[in-house]
């Protein structure tokens, strides 16, 4: 065997055993958990309730339930899908924005995150954000037709999950790829992701299919997700499309952004939540 065909034989080894990697890998590179929990809502003044509830396999779930000012029941809530690193003690500054707007805030984490039990990948992330809905709503009794589904990068599919099958009255996303094999084709273009991609997690196939009122928010800036798949996001929507342009990176976008981004999603909760006062309660038969 010559020098030149040893060099291939080499080449072609280590490129099937990098698609290898990619491919019993992927909840390694995509999930990445902490269990340590860096600080709560009371640290920054707010003051809040801890939560366990059950996954549809049995296992623990952790959340937090950060109230509005005054009774929680007047407000509208925010369920919180955050994204795939780290844990719920990392959005600390996120959960303030929020609670600035007067909105109640529900955090949780998935399995394998922060306090929450089990091992995490796509389908366990999905029913955790249903799980979480079914506790808001059945324990915590908050009105489902004032909750709103709020995600942010991994989180963005999980919310829009989330409101097309539990019926939600609106969605928030923000920060968030089409689908993993899209924005794995950005990042491994050199690869056949989407012979290899096992998660998919698709997030405009579930915008498309849902039917309500969609705020979508990007930053040009973000170098992780790139800004035309935002944009792809928000005109997929349609007249039922609302967007944010962010600042800053792909994580501090909601500071960097300023009042803008609270004042955003207070609009879009008011414009939002008085569409759904004035909708008339069906007449109920005898």
Known sequence: MNSVTTFFAVAVGLYLAACAFLYFFQNQLIFLPSS???????????????????????????????????????????????????????RIPIIRQFHSIDANVFIFDYQGYGQSEGRTGERQVLADGLAAWDFVTKELGIPEHTILPVGRSMGGPVAAHMALNR??????????????????????????????????????????????????????????????MGRTLYESAGERGRWLELQGGH???????????????ADFIQDVFRIQEQTPEPEQGL
């Open 251 to 265: 994580n501090d976008g909601h500071i960097a952004t300023g009042p803008k981004y609270a004042n955003t999603y």
């Open 167 to 228: 019926n939600a009255t609106a969605l928030a996303i923000e920060s968030t790829f089409t689908s993993i094999p899209d924005i794995a084709l950005k990042t491994y273009p050199i690869f056949p992701v989407r012979l290899l991609a096992r998660i998919n997690l698709p997030t405009l196939e579930f915008v498309e299919a849902f039917g309500g009122p969609i705020l979508v928010a990007h930053s040009a800036a973000d170098r992780l997700i790139p800004y035309e």
């Open 36 to 90: 340590e929990i860096v600080q709560t809502p009371l640290d920054a003044g707010m003051e809040f309730t801890e939560h366990f509830f059950e996954t549809e396999n049995g296992l623990k779930l952790h959340g937090w339930f950060i109230p509005a000012s005054g009774s929680h029941d007047k407000h509208p809530t925010i369920i919180f899908c955050h994204g795939n690193a780290g844990n719920i003690s990392g």
